[in-house]
């Protein structure tokens, strides 16, 4: 099975912090699903690549920039499949060599179309979509981060895999694709968002693109309703990082035998803990969605 999440536990988090407060606080291990396809990745991958078989497209094509998780993640599994890749990447001046994850992408048979910043800003418009598609003929096209109808149905299917009734969650946000996913299968849980950007308009994106799974408008906002954002939470914005974000990393390491990483993991915990500390939570049941990333331990 290609798309096999089993490896994701599901994992009580045995720790004073949480006793202390009575609250039973698990975490759902989507980093174990496999090395290079980081978590959730994978599940915002699922029905893409699905619904381009059901096409009889011959390729996948999508959008990242220099260290995009995504564009990793994209070449892993259409290698994997025995598909073909095509990664449109911001910068004109890199090259395959230009850094690891590029290298690694050239290596899982990713064509890499460089292309300058101000083609990049075009990656959403459809008019270009048009234009890609006259260029590589037989391409079914992913928007950058997986963010569309198809990445939010593969990270809804998250609850198929959790028994326990969930009164919180939370999850670290870059596209909103995973957030909204989850939201749409949520039953009672309220959705704690990390949004690692700074200044990013959580509401607005994740309004965007819940209008791909829902036509309603009363109906997501009613979804909405249960989204808590938790916007100081980005450490100076995205991939940035302070001595503090990186002792904690450690110290979750040592206490708790959890590894996250600097870009979404570790700031969504940091945030989930600091929530807690404020209070609100006592006799209730917390999951941390651990998404995957890369870290260093
Ligand atoms: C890409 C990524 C995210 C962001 O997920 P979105 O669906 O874009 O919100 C979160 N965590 C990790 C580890 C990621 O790699």
Not at 108 to 123: A, I, P
């Amino acid at each position: 099975m290609t798309f096999d999440t089993r490896k994701s536990e599901f994992q009580q988090i045995d720790h004073s912090f949480f006793k202390e407060r009575n609250i039973e606080c698990y975490i759902k291990r989507d980093d174990l699903i496999h090395s290079e396809v980081s978590g959730n990745k994978w599940r915002k991958l699922k029905y893409n690549i699905q619904q381009a078989a059901t096409l009889k497209k011959e390729c996948i094509l999508t959008f990242g920039g220099a260290y995009s998780n995504h564009l990793i993640a994209t070449a892993s599994a259409c290698k994997k499949l025995n598909i073909k890749s095509i990664g449109v990447v911001r910068g004109e001046e890199l090259t395959h060599l230009s850094n690891p994850v590029l290298e690694r992408c050239h290596e899982l048979g990713m064509q890499l179309n460089f292309v300058t910043r101000s083609e990049y800003d075009l990656r959403a418009e459809k008019e270009y979509w048009e234009e890609l598609t006259l260029k590589f003929p037989s391409s079914y096209i992913i928007p950058e981060g997986g963010a569309n109808y198809f990445g939010m149905i593969g990270c809804q299917e998250i609850w198929k895999e959790i028994s326990t009734e969930i009164d919180h969650l939370f999850v670290a946000q870059g596209t909103s694709t995973t957030s909204c996913g989850l939201l749409l299968g949520a039953k009672k849980a309220q959705i704690h968002v990390v949004p690692t950007l700074k200044g990013y308009q959580s509401i607005d994106e994740m309004r965007r693109l819940l209008t791909y799974a829902t036509i309603e408008s009363d109906l997501i906002d009613e979804l909405l309703d249960s989204v808590v954002i938790h916007d100081e939470y980005h450490f100076g914005g995205y991939a940035k990082s302070t001595v503090e974000l990186e002792n904690f990393i450690i110290q979750i390491k040592n206490e708790m035998n959890i590894p996250l990483d600097l870009v979404y993991t570790a700031k969504a915990f940091y945030a989930m803990m600091e929530e807690i500390k404020k209070g609100g939570y006592e006799n209730q049941t917390v999951l941390f969605l651990h998404t995957g990333g890369y870290h260093s331990n």
